[in-house]
């Protein structure tokens, strides 16, 4: 696998205008579908959201493997445990 | 306490412990039950809810601001009967007047996710040893868990909020600025690779960064009390003193127990511990008490 295919999400979501603690529930319920050790991919405002979603992922025992800034958002990839 | 009842025998000592408060109608009182840190049994509020609903001639109660259950309306001759009732499952009466109270607290570090320090616990074990001793005026105590501060330690004569110390481990760090956005402080700033700028002057000890660092490269490096002494609101508010930004927490007894002696012995009557620190100086409360503390 080569560094770029580490990094290939399983399923995507899109949480831009979602409001806490909705977007944190959806990347939940998404994770859910998931099976250990894949990886999610969020798309998350800037701000509150930010702040909050990835301290409860983490919480919740996953792991964020990757953070990467966009326009007033930002691109988290998420690996399942 | 003068009030004289052929009827019934009052118990004095049940009064000197002070939770009875005389109201404006005749012969009753208002009774201030003991609920240290604001965590109550199901149970006892039954309890409290039965007696209440028999004793109170008024017919309600009242949530006092420091977390108290008050039931209003007791008629002077139901005081002991209402104090073996409420005895049954362990429900005490708490205090008033110039003597310790009941120690407040946060909802608690086992359900709250900001929480670093267990207030609950610390709030019983300082109730359990200092409810009571008498003072020159009231003496409260508050147990906030973290910097939000919500059970206002800045307006308590002795006042303890959690902190925890952060620290950085470069190698575990992958720069993805997550602590950055963390820090509601401005105290953390990413460099060009997202590495964090970390400016201890502006860091309140939340450990926000702590909870969201993804590879642990913030860790905790200690956690304990931050001390404020001499707040209080009433007629006369007075923000706390800061004097100690470290206390382990198996130092809090050792701490409050220093502070009330220092209390009693340089305070006057009706006078609060914050109008004897700005009598006689800050710098004499921070040598003859928290100096002993500061070696940590």
Known sequence: MTEEEKFIPNDTIDLRGVLCPINFVKTKLKLEMLETGQLLEVILDDGEPMRSVPRSIKEEGHKIIKVENLDNSYRILIKKA | ?296
């Open chain 2, 1 to 296: 306490m003068t009030e004289k009842t052929a009827k019934q025998k009052i118990d004095l000592n049940e009064l000197k412990s002070g939770g009875f408060i005389k109201q404006t109608q005749k012969d009753l009182f208002t009774v201030r039950l003991k609920v240290p840190g604001g965590r109550i049994t199901p149970d006892k509020m039954i309890k409290i809810a039965e007696v209440a609903k028999k004793y109170s001639r008024l017919g309600y109660c009242h949530l006092s601001f420091r977390q108290s259950v008050e039931i209003i309306g007791v008629h002077i001759d139901d005081f002991d009967t209402v104090v073996k009732e409420l005895a049954t499952v362990g429900q005490k009466v708490a205090s008033c007047g110039p003597r310790v109270r009941v120690p407040t607290a946060c909802g608690g570090c086992e359900y709250n996710p900001n929480g670093i320090m267990d207030t609950q616990s610390k709030a019983l074990e300082v109730d359990e040893k200092f409810f009571g001793t008498p003072c020159h005026h009231k003496f409260k105590m508050g147990f906030s868990g973290c910097p939000i501060d919500c059970t206002r330690t800045r307006e308590s004569d002795l006042g303890f909020q959690g902190v925890v110390y952060p620290v950085w481990t470069e190698d575990l760090c992958n720069g993805c600025t997550l602590c950055a956005k963390a820090c509601l402080e401005g105290a953390i700033v990413s460099d060009k690779e997202g590495k964090p700028i970390f400016d201890k002057s502006k860091c309140v000890y939340c450990g926000d960064c702590i909870k969201a660092c993804p590879t642990d490269a913030w860790k905790e490096k200690k956690k304990g009390w931050l001390v404020r002494v001499g707040g209080k609101h009433g007629r006369h508010p007075r923000e706390a003193d800061e004097v100690l930004d470290y206390l382990p927490d198996e130092k809090v007894n050792d701490f409050v127990s220093a502070t009330i002696e220092w209390y009693n012995k340089n305070g006057k009557t009706k006078e609060r511990i914050g109008s004897s620190i700005d009598r006689v100086g800050l710098d004499k409360f921070k040598k003859e008490v928290v100096a002993a503390f500061t070696k940590t």
